[in-house]
């Protein structure tokens, strides 16, 4: 069995006590990506020192996150998801090994949920997003069933 980094079989090659050189490679290639990432938080909070470390960790990120806050609503190849958290740094961590960041979301269909770092892609749609000034749920929630239905993509109840 293998996931998507290889960590698995990694692991079990080293507990074995005969680690390849591919998995030394890529150990070294995910320490010096972490260094880099290191260093461009320290450039980012030196030349903002208001900055937090999760604020300079969204930032290097952007790209890859895309548009998902918490309480967006999208659509990609595999459902639609209502982003429940994103965490970045120690949080993201604790949840998750060897990630700075970390999206927690919830199917709405199903209500499954899935942690995961899959980037943003042209073929993802965002359907809504919450207002900067609404803390409520039930109104988020309600902005997406309607947004659903305007999309053809009604059938099931949408609920906060």
Do not use: C
């Amino acid at each position: 069995m293998q996931d998507r980094t290889g960590t698995v079989a990694i692991t079990r090659r080293l507990a074995a006590g005969r680690p390849s050189p591919q998995d030394l490679a890529l150990t070294i290639a995910r320490q010096t990506n972490r260094r880099l990432e290191l260093r461009r938080i320290a450039a980012l909070k030196a030349a903002a020192p208001e900055m937090t470390d999760a604020a300079a960790i969204r930032y290097l990120h952007e790209s890859v996150i895309g548009p998902r806050f918490e309480g967006t609503v999208y659509r990609d190849a595999t459902g639609t998801w209502e982003v429940l958290e994103v965490l970045f740094g120690d949080e993201a961590l604790e949840r998750g090994s060897h990630t700075t960041w970390l999206l927690v979301e919830r199917n709405l269909f199903d209500n499954g949920r899935r942690e995961h770092r899959f980037g943003w892609t042209a073929n993802d749609r965002v359907i809504a997003q919450p207002a900067e000034n609404n803390d409520d749920a039930r109104v988020f929630a309600a902005e997406a069933a309607g947004a659903l239905v305007a999309n053809g993509l009604a059938g099931t109840a949408v609920s906060a």
